[in-house]
């Protein structure tokens, strides 16, 4: 029996998405704790680049680890200065009489932990998992085994969240979607459900679109969503007025982000939309605590993380968009919409 697109689940499965969302956030805090981070903040405040001069760090995972302290209070950004707030300073502080610093010492040897430490240094993802023997994350997606594995997981994750993003979109007048790193191609045929006058392309790279057109056709969505198989680095296919980057910046550096905002810019006419579904977080980076926890995961083991709304609008901007505001959708997710000038 075919499954309704249109349909909800009646409970609402937040913390179940959550446990598996913030797997590695304690690893990232023990890492930290193993450095005693927060004394040496306690005294020396300091902007991004001075805690990355001092550790020896890297942007791009800082930026991650900060924005999870932000999140949870523990430190506070004055002026683009880090300053330990006063729960840190009595709870993860030398000297304090309430210092649970010793409480997270015998979880410094946890191998998720030791690959943080190396992460901070190199800006360079873990193994997959914390398998330092397996393939670059990017690269195993081209073995058929682990993008089939894969491709399951999220297409799992998407069939709730596409639903509620398919919800929450105003399409009326579009009439294509372009689906950019579709994966099972699960959101194109939530979206082609919910507003039945689109047609959609589920475009994605060998063999993710072998699984995708099986998929697709297991759902009954053939006849509206087709599949297209490319690099979505090399350029996009034309004649759609809608893109979607659902779950796939957050995978990728700025360099990347940048470049397929481009490429989205190039195939899309003018007024044509973008759409970005991810979990994202708020401009001033002091959480949702949920998305920064995430980012822990991706910072760990992609090239990626979770990108702030302030730095999606700047790289619109200057991408040629128009960028719109930001929307909640469930467990965390959001989007924000874009319209090419």
Not at 46 to 62: K, N, Y
Not at 224 to 234: E, L
Request: charged share 20%.
């Amino acid at each position: 029996m075919l499954h309704d697109l249109t349909s909800a689940p009646a409970t609402d499965p937040l913390n179940i998405y959550r446990y598996r969302d913030c797997l590695y956030a304690v690893d990232l805090i023990t890492a930290a704790l193993s450095l005693d981070f927060f004394t040496w903040l306690s005294s020396n405040p300091s902007t991004l680049e001075g805690i990355c001069a001092h550790f020896g760090f890297t942007e791009r995972p800082v930026d991650t680890m900060m924005t999870l302290f932000a999140s949870n209070g523990w430190v506070q950004n004055i002026a683009g200065v880090f300053h330990a707030t006063e729960t840190a300073r009595e709870h993860l502080v030398a000297g304090s009489v309430w210092d649970v610093r010793p409480y997270y010492a015998s979880l410094h040897e946890r191998p998720i932990a030791r690959d943080f430490i190396e992460v901070l240094k190199s800006d360079k993802p873990a193994g997959w998992s914390g398998d330092k023997s397996a393939f670059d994350w990017h690269k195993a997606m081209e073995q058929e085994d682990f993008a089939r594995k894969f491709t399951a997981a999220m297409d799992c994750r998407g069939l709730y969240l596409s639903q509620a993003l398919a919800k929450k979109l105003d399409l009326s007048g579009r009439s294509c979607l372009l689906d950019i790193g579709a994966g099972s191609g699960i959101y194109a045929c939530a979206i082609t459900a919910q507003h039945t006058h689109m047609k959609a392309i589920a475009y994605d790279q060998s063999p993710v679109d072998r699984i995708a057109g099986k998929l697709i056709a297991e759902r009954g969505c053939a006849e509206r969503v087709s599949v297209a198989t490319g690099n979505m680095f090399d350029g996009l296919p034309t004649g759609c007025d809608v893109h979607l980057f659902s779950n796939v910046l957050h995978d990728w550096g700025l360099p990347e982000v940048k470049k397929l905002l481009a490429v989205s810019h190039a195939a899309l006419p003018i007024g044509g939309m973008l759409i970005i579904h991810d979990a994202i977080i708020k401009a001033d980076k002091t959480g949702p605590l949920h998305v920064a926890e995430y980012s822990c995961l991706l910072m760990h083991s992609t090239q990626g993380k979770c990108y702030s709304t302030g730095e999606y609008a700047e790289m619109l901007d200057k991408a040629g968009f128009v960028p719109g505001a930001y929307h909640d959708t469930a467990v965390a997710r959001g989007f924000m919409t874009a319209i090419r000038r």
